[in-house]
């Protein structure tokens, strides 16, 4: 029982409690989190959930288009931001940039010595390997 969100996959976010508004708009000092249930293939099950999920794929696409104007030795236009090989071999010659997400499985565990700019105008100088193995 009781109010929940639905998300999709195998695992529910860590969310932190902040304060909310009552239902009928009036401010309130309860502090709570969303709670959240994971459904597996939610957006096949739950019409809400399937909309969601479509709405943050175009949201995602649309902002990753954004950045690769800024971006543009990722293709990030192109791959929008999913780790294709061409990605990854951008990312181990420019090094990141400062949107990559640092813990996914082809970053983690490595160390950059270039890091790409915005303000330089992209990469980080065309090193052909921009990053180490963690032992």
């Not at 708009?25 to 739950?46: E, F, N, Q, R, Y």
């Not at 943050?56 to 293709?75: C, F, K, S």
């Not at 400062?98 to 700019?117: D, E, N, Q």
Request: aromatic letters at 8%; proline letters at 5%; glycine letters at 12%.
């Amino acid at each position: 029982g009781g109010v929940y969100a639905i998300v999709d996959g195998q695992k529910s976010p860590k969310l932190r409690p902040r304060r909310v508004a009552a239902p009928d708009g009036s401010d309130t000092d309860v502090t709570a989190a969303v709670k959240c249930k994971p459904w597996i293939k939610g957006d096949s099950l739950v019409y809400t959930v399937a909309l969601a999920s479509v709405l943050a794929r175009v949201a995602h696409d649309d902002i990753m288009t954004e950045m690769g104007a800024l971006y543009p030795e990722y293709n990030l236009g192109e791959n929008r931001g999913y780790q294709t090989d061409e990605h990854i071999k951008a990312i181990h010659k420019f090094g990141p940039c400062p949107i990559h997400r640092m813990s996914t499985k082809a970053l983690k565990g490595r160390v950059f010595t270039t890091y790409a700019s915005a303000d330089e105008g992209g990469g980080g100088g065309g090193m052909d390997s921009a990053y180490e193995e963690l032992g």
